[in-house]
């Protein structure tokens, strides 16, 4: 990939599309600066960021879900961004997040869809840690 100069306005939303292989992942990871290959800059208000300081500069949201989510269900993923050692606030405290975001239906959903049955148990969570109990 050989871009040689790339200018983005402020504020402006870019779609980068193509068909599959055609580099979309490889640019987004250089535009990073994920990739220690990356060569060139990046500058943002008149600051010039090199490969190594655009890892601390940017944020890529991956498009496969299993490279986002970390539980088996939208509840379970609330409930693990929460610091609240109490299980019952901490539960009541994901609910009006739901709520607050119009998500409520959605918390029994896994990320494979299915409603109901996903993240009810004991046991771990593909993150690693203990998964919290629903009512």
Do not use: W
């Amino acid at each position: 990939m050989d871009i040689s100069d790339l200018m983005i306005p402020q504020g402006s939303v870019v779609g980068v599309v193509g068909n599959n292989g055609a580099g979309k992942t490889t640019f987004a990871h250089n535009l990073c600066g994920l990739l220690q290959t990356s060569k060139g800059y990046m500058s943002i208000a008149g600051k010039t960021y090199m490969q190594n300081q655009r890892l601390k500069t940017c944020y890529m949201v991956m498009q496969d879900v299993n490279h986002q989510l970390f539980t088996e269900s939208v509840m379970d993923e609330i409930l693990l961004s929460l610091d609240n050692p109490d299980e019952d606030k901490a539960v009541l405290e994901a609910e009006k997040i739901m709520e607050s975001l119009h998500i409520s239906e959605f918390r029994n959903l896994s990320e494979s869809g299915a409603c109901g049955t996903a993240g009810r148990g004991g046991g771990r969570h593909r993150g690693g840690g203990p998964r919290r109990e629903r009512q």
